[in-house]
């Protein structure tokens, strides 16, 4: 694994904090920390007596205090996605409500991130038979499930309706029948980030492993291991919401370059971010300009449009210089589309990247019932809280 650094430079739902991450620290604290787990779970504004103000979210005036929401706490509010301009009544709230928050089993602590979909349920013309936010409409669906130890912060595996799926790494050899063999599967970032301004990047090995419906993983380890580039950049953005905060922001590449400088011959990256405010706040695809989505066979360029068009993302984060040497990115003034140009420094070789999907989940829905206690880890297989 190569790790190298260089200095540069968030209506229904659900949240809770880690009882297993260790005491929650004043809520003061948490606003100014600089630790990844921070960034990985939604605050609740509290009270002098640390209890949670039901009517008050993140950014409200009347939240002068906040921490991580702990294991089993009432969530308060939802971070909804954007409608396109336009779209009908029942589309209104979006049509995902995320939750970031930890769930605890047998003692053991993970951090989930819930998708909920539904539709505004109080609209006349919803249909009765569409999902309901707030509740967990079985076979509909998913999300992923993340931790951070000492080291880095990492998603573990992700569940939908069709399949459980997970990142095995080399460390199952050493602990093949727990949760350790998915440590370090999609790093996101190094457990103490850098200041702000600042990013770095590394290569992780890691194998994904598709399951139908729930399955247990097979016994055994893989033989051989990807190698995907993560890059992560600490810094400012602002979200479709208008509202601008500190925030991680981390690339997974589909490949690296054989020195582990770069992407090399990646054709896809994911981009997430994060904040202390809300957890993972963003999530973006890009494609390379010569990439076809293999099931529609319609290219990134068009897809971007696409996208655009629907005016569900504002514009995405500016790399003003890039922690790896041998990559430079730049964003592109076409009209219609998000995209950016991505040059190897040291072949001079440069691709037109588009953005081809996206979700900002800064759509804030306080709960009309003043919040409720998620049943989100029933749907999650124990396989990532075993020790």
Known sequence: MQIRHLARHLLPALVATAAGLAAAPPAQAQMTSNKLSDFMIMDVCVDQHDRVLADQVPGDPGCSRRRNIRAGEAIPYHLHNYPSPGSPCPQRLGTVSKDNIPVTKDGVTRIISFYDRG??????????????????????????????????????????????????TPSCEATPDTSGRFRYGWVIAPATLPPEGSGGFAVFQSKLVNTKGGAEPAAGCPKRYNKPFTLWMHDG??????????????????????????????????????????????????????????????????????????DTCSRPYAFHASPAPGLTISDTEAKGDYSR????????????????????????????????????????SDIFWAE
């Open 119 to 168: 539709v505004d349920h109080s609209c006349p013309d919803a249909d009765p038979d569409a999902p309901s936010f707030g509740k967990l409409d079985a076979g509909r669906e998913g999300g992923s499930v993340q931790w951070a130890d000492d080291r880095y912060g990492y998603i573990m595996g992700s569940w939908s309706p069709v399949a459980l799926s997970y990142w095995l």
């Open 237 to 310: 953005f602002t979200y479709k919401s208008g509202h601008a905060m500190d925030s991680l922001i981390s690339l997974r590449f589909s490949s690296s370059s054989r020195d582990g400088d770069g992407p090399g011959p990646a054709t896809q990256v994911e981009i997430t971010y994060w904040t202390k405010e809300f957890g993972l706040t963003r999530w973006e695809k890009w494609a390379r300009g010569d990439w076809v989505h293999p099931r529609s066979l319609v290219a990134a360029d068009k897809l971007g449009r696409t996208l655009f068009s629907r």
């Open 341 to 380: 140009v991505l040059t190897d420094t040291r072949t001079g070789e440069a691709q037109t990247w588009h953005m081809s999907l996206c979700s900002d989940y800064t759509n804030l829905v306080k709960d009309a019932q003043g919040g409720l206690i998620p049943s989100w880890g029933q749907a999650i």
